[in-house]
C-alpha cells in the first residue's frame, strides 16, 4: 500500500510520480518549508508561528489562520459547524490533516491532554456507584464529588455506555 505523498513546502497538495520527487513544479522556489516531517511519528511538525497554546498559525492580508485547520481542510474538505480537530498523536504543532479528527467540542475536552476521567474510568466509577457512594468514588478517583455525581447520573461522558 502506497502512502500518501505531500508537497514538502508545506502547500499540502499531494505529489504523484517518481518517488524521489519532494515539491510540486515550482515549489521548491518558496520559502523554506512551514513544516518538517518526524519520521518516527509521521507528524507534520509546524516550523512557522505557534501561538499561546501551542498551535501553529499563519497570517495572510492579516488575517490569521490556524495552520492545522488549513491542512486538514486542504487534503479533507471543511470542518462542520460545532467541531472541532483533534490531534490524535497530541501534537499541537501537527499539521498531518491524518493525525487529525473533527469532533465535537465534549469529546475533545474528554481525550485532551490534562483530562483526569478517561473511557476506562468512567465506565469504573459508573460500575462502582453501585456499591459505593460518591463521597467514596471521589477520594478513590482523586476526583470532586461533583465530577463523580455528573457522571453517575450521565450529565457527563453520556457518549460512554
Not at 480537530?85 to 475533545?108: F, K, M, Q, T
Request: hydrophobic share 35%; with cysteine; aromatic share 8%.
Amino acid at each position: 500500500m502506497e502512502t500518501q505523498r505531500i508537497c514538502r513546502c508545506g502547500c499540502g497538495a499531494e505529489l504523484t510520480g517518481h518517488p524521489n520527487v519532494m515539491f510540486r513544479h515550482g515549489h521548491n522556489r518558496t520559502k523554506s518549508p512551514k513544516y518538517l516531517i518526524e519520521p518516527w511519528t509521521g507528524c507534520w511538525i509546524w516550523q512557522l508561528g505557534v501561538d499561546q497554546k501551542g498551535y501553529g498559525f499563519f497570517a495572510v492580508n492579516s488575517r490569521r489562520h490556524i495552520a492545522h485547520r488549513v491542512f486538514y481542510e486542504r487534503l479533507k474538505g471543511p470542518v462542520e459547524d460545532g467541531l472541532h480537530l483533534d490531534h490524535l498523536c497530541r501534537n499541537r504543532r501537527c499539521v498531518n490533516p491524518n493525525h487529525l479528527e473533527a469532533v465535537s467540542a465534549a469529546i475533545n475536552t474528554q481525550r485532551g491532554l490534562n483530562a483526569k476521567v478517561t473511557p476506562a474510568i468512567a465506565r469504573e466509577i459508573r460500575a462502582k456507584s453501585e456499591l459505593s457512594t460518591q463521597k467514596d468514588l471521589a477520594i478513590e478517583f482523586g476526583l470532586d464529588r461533583s465530577t463523580i455525581s455528573l457522571i453517575v447520573n450521565r450529565k457527563r461522558w453520556r457518549n460512554i455506555l
